[in-house]
T-cell receptor, first 114, second 113 residues
Framework: DSGVTQTPKHLITATGQRVTLRCSPRSGDLSVYWYQQSLDQGLQFLIQYYNGEERAKGNILERFSAQQFPDLHSELNLSSLELGDSALYFC?????????????FGPGTRLTVL | DQQVKQNSPSLSVQEGRISILNCDYTNSMFDYFLWYKKYPAEGPTFLISISSIKDKNEDGRFTVFLNKSAKHLSLHIVPSQPGDSAVYFCAASATGTASKLTFGTGTRLQVTL
């Protein structure tokens, strides 16, 4: 158990809909990261937050947005969903946000868009 | 543009033998490298890391080797155990990129009895 929790575990929805994925980092970790893993692909970095502020952005679509709240939990919002958005979405956390900290991953949310 | 490549999608090794997983990268700015292990229905679990100032890091049965000139790293598992059967991801980050990790596509290791 990494200490990172993600809800829900599974999500099935229809094209055009909007969903929210939630992540609680390990106790004491200030940095939260979101990654997307499509079928047979590596994890693709989406976005990072550090202590409530956006720190870095990756290949995140404009239809996607995220935020980190004062209690450090984070939410990833996906809107106008398309079939291609079906993937595993992982949240990770680390103590700080520099290059030399390993990230601890949650169990992921499997999103299926029908 | 795949900056981190794991060219072997799968590897099968007998229990007790050495497993060698390989990873190549193209971005010369990468200076920190990590290996993660992933079981089905779970998130990746950190295994071992190495910074670019070293060429080897060891932790129990796991050793990571870094060859900067070849932009190549490898993970050695000795001896391999059935519980090591999982997908292994290589990842890299660069100073100043706020620890964004760039992952390879993974190698599925199967350790047979």
């Amino acid at each position: 158990d990494s200490g990172v929790t993600q809800t829900p575990k599974h999500l099935i929805t229809a094209t055009g809909q909007r969903v929210t994925l939630r992540c609680s980092p390990r106790s004491g970790d200030l940095s939260v990261y979101w990654y997307q893993q499509s079928l047979d692909q590596g994890l693709q970095f989406l976005i990072q937050y550090y202590n409530g502020e956006e720190r870095a952005k990756g290949n995140i679509l404009e239809r996607f947005s995220a935020q980190q709240f004062p209690d450090l939990h984070s939410e990833l919002n996906l809107s106008s969903l398309e079939l291609g958005d079906s993937a595993l979405y992982f949240c990770a956390s680390s103590v700080v946000g520099n290059s030399y900290n390993e990230q601890f991953f949650g169990p992921g949310t499997r999103l299926t868009v029908l | 543009d795949q900056q981190v490549k794991q060219n072997s999608p799968s590897l099968s090794v007998q229990e007790g033998r050495i497993s060698i997983l390989n990873c190549d990268y193209t971005n010369s700015m990468f200076d920190y490298f990590l290996w993660y292990k992933k079981y089905p229905a779970e998130g990746p679990t950190f295994l071992i890391s190495i910074s670019s100032i070293k060429d080897k890091n060891e932790d129990g049965r796991f050793t990571v080797f870094l060859n900067k000139s070849a932009k190549h790293l490898s993970l050695h598992i000795v001896p391999s155990q059935p519980g090591d059967s999982a997908v292994y991801f290589c990842a890299a980050s660069a100073t100043g990129t706020a620890s964004k990790l760039t992952f390879g596509t993974g190698t599925r290791l199967q350790v047979t009895l």
